[in-house]
C-alpha cells in the first residue's frame, strides 16, 4: 500500500493538477523508502523459517526506483477540476478502508476491530480535536460531513488506514529485529515515522488541491504545509503505538496476532492515556520550536479563552 500510494499520487501530482505539480514529485521518495526498508530487512534479516528470495528482492527495487521515473518523464495530462479532485480524495479513502478491511477480514478478523474500531475512535478524536482547536478545517470535502463531528468521515477513517499500514510494517520489522521487538517504545517511534513519511507526500497535495486549509497565522513550511502539522503526527501516532505495544507485552499477543475481546477493550481503556500524552507532547514540542508568542501557542490560547468565556 505505501508503494501504491506513492505511486497514485505522483501520477495525480503530474496529470491532474492544471498546471501540473512537478514541484511535489520529490515527495515520492517519502513513502517508497518505507517500501524500501521493509524490503531490504526482508530480505536481509528473514523472519524463522523464511527467506525472501533475491529476484523478489531486486524486482522490488526495479519498481520502487524504475516505475516512478517511467511516470516522471513519460506521464499523460489529464487535468481534473478542483471539485473532481475534491471528490476523488474523499471517496477514495472508503475504497482503501474497504480494500483493507477485505483483506483483514480474510486473515484476521480481529484486526478489523482493532483498527477499525479502536484505530478510528482515536483517529476521530484527532480529526476533530485539530478542527476545533482551529489549526484547520475540512469544510470543502462536504459529501462525507455527518454532524455532531466537524470532520468529514473520510479524513476520519483514513487515521484507520494509515495506522493500520504503519503498524503491518512494524510488526513484519519487528518480526525480524529483535532489538526493536524488545522495545515498546522505539516500535512507537517507528510507528509515527512511518505514517509521518506517506504524510510527507499526502499533505502537500491535499493542501494543494484544498483538502483542508492550515489557518493563516502558520507559515508554510513543506510546500504549503506547516512544520506543526508533522509534529503533530508524530506527537500523535507515538502515544498510540507505545499503548498497542505495551498491551501487546502485558496480554502476550505476537506481532500479528488476534486480538481478543478484552485485548481492544483494554487498548480503548488506555486511549484517553495515550491522548493525554499527545496533547502534552504536542504543547510541549510546539513550546520548544516555536515559543510561547507562536502561531500553535496563539491558537492554543485562543481557543482556551473561548471555552472559558463559554463556561
Not at 91 to 109: C, D, E, M, P, Y
Not at 225 to 233: K, Q, S
Not at 238 to 251: A, C, D, S, T, W
Request: proline share 5%.
Amino acid at each position: 500500500m505505501f508503494f501504491i500510494y506513492a505511486q497514485l499520487l505522483l501520477n495525480t501530482e503530474l496529470t491532474n493538477f492544471e498546471p501540473a505539480r512537478g514541484d511535489l514529485a520529490h515527495t515520492v521518495v517519502f513513502p517508497l523508502a518505507v517500501f524500501v526498508l521493509y524490503q531490504v530487512v526482508r530480505y536481509t534479516f528473514p523472519a524463522p523459517g523464511g527467506r525472501v528470495s533475491k529476484t523478489l528482492l531486486a524486482t522490488s527495487l526495479a519498481l520502487a526506483f524504475g516505475l516512478p521515473t517511467l511516470t516522471f518523464f513519460w506521464h499523460r495530462p489529464s487535468p481534473l477540476s478542483h471539485d473532481a479532485l475534491l471528490r476523488i480524495y474523499e471517496w477514495s479513502n472508503f475504497i482503501w478502508a474497504g480494500l483493507l478491511i477485505t483483506q483483514l477480514w480474510v486473515h484476521k478478523r480481529t484486526h478489523v476491530a482493532l483498527f477499525f474500531g479502536a484505530g478510528l475512535v482515536y483517529g476521530a478524536a484527532l480529526e476533530n480535536g485539530g478542527i476545533l482547536l482551529g489549526f484547520f478545517h475540512e469544510t470543502n470535502l462536504t459529501d462525507t460531513m455527518v454532524k455532531p463531528f466537524v470532520a468529514p468521515v473520510a479524513t476520519m477513517i483514513g487515521w484507520s488506514v494509515v495506522l493500520a499500514m504503519a503498524t503491518f510494517v512494524t510488526w513484519g520489522l519487528r518480526k525480524r529485529i529483535a532489538w526493536l521487538r524488545r522495545s515498546a517504545l522505539v516500535s512507537a517511534l517507528l510507528v509515527g515515522m512511518l505514517a509521518t513519511l506517506l504524510d510527507l507526500q499526502i499533505d502537500p497535495i491535499a493542501t494543494a488541491a484544498g483538502c483542508w486549509v492550515w489557518h493563516e497565522t502558520l507559515p508554510g513550511w513543506f510546500h504549503g504545509v506547516p512544520l506543526v502539522n508533522f509534529i503533530a503526527w508524530m506527537c500523535a501516532l507515538v502515544p498510540f503505538g507505545y499503548v498497542l505495544f505495551r498491551v501487546q507485552e502485558i496480554r502476550g499477543i505476537g506481532d500479528g496476532a488476534d486480538w481478543k475481546p478484552h485485548d481492544l477493550l483494554r487498548l480503548l481503556a488506555w486511549a484517553p492515556f495515550a491522548l493525554v500524552l499527545a496533547a502534552l507532547s504536542f504543547m510541549t514540542v510546539t513550546l520548544v520550536v516555536e515559543g510561547m508568542n507562536g502561531p500553535s501557542w496563539t491558537l492554543l490560547n485562543t481557543f482556551t479563552a473561548r471555552v472559558f468565556a463559554a463556561l
